[in-house]
């Protein structure tokens, strides 16, 4: 019994360590400094559908949903929040990202807490460590799927044509 409880000891130990090296969400406005001109990242993401991902739930077609699922708000409602905001679903790790963001920059390319820093985001080795992460169809798939209410298939080539937003 003794034993037990000193193997739960650290494990608890282990998990809360865990859990305070865990990135954080910074939000699009720390990516938008340096993301702004070269690239313009942030201009095509702010123009794309993503960034209005939370503002969709509160139209109409959103409204209309929900009622037909017996979901009243969908802009407070996990349910939905889960692929339209990714601030809604971080949880606890939130430092600065709004649940307005919607998409943004870091549901794709994870949380930035670590790798924003100016010397380790110029270096990609460095930066991939500390938790950037460059997505692939694998990633587009956790929301573009059947489970959302108004899916019609997805073809990753089509979409990734629509959200580029590379280097010259
Ligand atoms: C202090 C400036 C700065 C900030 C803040 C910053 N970046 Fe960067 N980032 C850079 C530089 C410099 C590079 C190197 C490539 C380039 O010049 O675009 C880079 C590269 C990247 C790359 C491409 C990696 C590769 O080599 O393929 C991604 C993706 C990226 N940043 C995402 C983000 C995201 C998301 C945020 C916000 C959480 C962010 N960056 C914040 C400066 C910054
Ligand atoms: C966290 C969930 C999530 C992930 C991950 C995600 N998307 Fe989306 N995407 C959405 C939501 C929600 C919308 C609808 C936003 C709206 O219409 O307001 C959307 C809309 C889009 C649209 C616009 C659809 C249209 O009809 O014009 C494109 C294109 C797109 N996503 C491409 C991608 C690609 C490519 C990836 C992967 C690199 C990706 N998405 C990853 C949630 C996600
Ligand atoms: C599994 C992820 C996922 C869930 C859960 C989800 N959505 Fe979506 N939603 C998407 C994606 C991805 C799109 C882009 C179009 C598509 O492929 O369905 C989208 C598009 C939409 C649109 C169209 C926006 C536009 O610009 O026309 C509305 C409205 C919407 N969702 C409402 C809801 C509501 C309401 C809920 C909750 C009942 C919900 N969604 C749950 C992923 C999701
Ligand atoms: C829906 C997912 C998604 C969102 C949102 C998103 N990105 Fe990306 N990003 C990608 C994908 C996918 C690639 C790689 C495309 C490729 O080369 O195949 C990429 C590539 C990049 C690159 C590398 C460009 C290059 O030429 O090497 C940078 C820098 C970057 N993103 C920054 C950002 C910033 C900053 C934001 C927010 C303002 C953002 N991204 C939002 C999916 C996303």
Redesign the pocket.
Known sequence: MKKLSIVMACMLFLLSNVLLAQNKYVG?AK??M??MA??K??P???A?K??KAFEALKGEAALKIGKEKGIASPSTDAKCLKCHSTAAAAGALVDGITKEEG???????GAGSAYKAPAVMRNKADAMKNGLI???EK??VKCHNSESPTFKGFDYAAS?AK??????
């Open positions: 699009a990516c938008k340096c993301h070269k690239g990242q942030y095509q993401w702010s794309s993503h960034a998409v943004s920059c870091e549901t794709c390319h460059l997505p692939n990633l587009c990734l959200i580029i937003h590379k280097n010259p």
